[in-house]
């Protein structure tokens, strides 16, 4: 696994948007964002339910406040009237009504205007599962024992059709994970 730096292009974004307040990073893994972020001068509170990604992430981005919890549980208490709420790859464990349900917590943690910076997984992601499995729902799976979800451009623009304002969406690859991985890149910011 190697950081792709996706954010750099969003620095000066992240860095306009994120005022006082620091940026919420859910599902942080090993820090590489983490590192991103807190090399942009920002401060960092991040998560991630695997203990071991938490231990590595903290070695890597000591300064930043990380924490073991699971996304459908509180967020941490700093996660109020953000500016910035980055999650990569971290959003296609759950049912539909489930992610949307999270999609909503992260808009009621966002002041008015705030952004969420996100990647999902595209349904076009043949390396990591898409299509692949059992089927649960819709464009989501069991891909060797683990939910997946699969997200086309219909399902991401469903997604954030609700109190929220495009500033990019774009499917784009990379190589994170050393095989191309295919997926959307979405940048949304919190209407009014």
């Not at 205007?113 to 819709?138: H, K, M, P, W, Y």
């Not at 069991?142 to 059709?161: H, M, T």
Request: proline share 4%.
């Amino acid at each position: 696994m190697f950081s792709d730096r996706w954010l750099d292009r969003w620095t000066s974004l992240m860095t306009q948007r994120s005022g006082s307040a620091p940026v919420l990073e859910i599902g942080c893994g090993h820090g590489d964002d983490t590192v991103t972020l807190l090399g942009a001068g920002l401060d960092v509170v991040a998560f991630d339910l695997s203990r071991a990604s938490v231990a590595a992430a903290r070695l890597r981005a000591p300064s930043a406040r990380i924490e073991c919890r699971d996304t459908r549980d509180p967020f941490p208490r700093e996660a109020a009237d953000l500016g910035i709420v980055v999650a990569s790859l971290s959003r296609h464990y759950f049912p539909w009504a489930q992610t949307q349900s999270i999609v909503e917590r992260i808009r009621n943690v966002l002041r008015p205007g705030g952004v969420l910076l996100c990647r999902l997984n595209s349904t076009q992601d043949s390396n990591f599962g898409a299509g692949a499995g059992a089927l649960i729902e819709e464009n989501y799976y069991l891909v060797d024992g683990q939910p997946k979800r699969f997200f086309d451009e219909e399902s991401v623009s469903e997604l954030f059709q609700n109190g929220w304002r495009t500033i990019s969406q774009e499917h784009m690859t990379t190589r994170k994970y050393f095989r191309r991985k295919a997926l959307w890149e979405v940048v949304v910011e919190r209407a009014g």
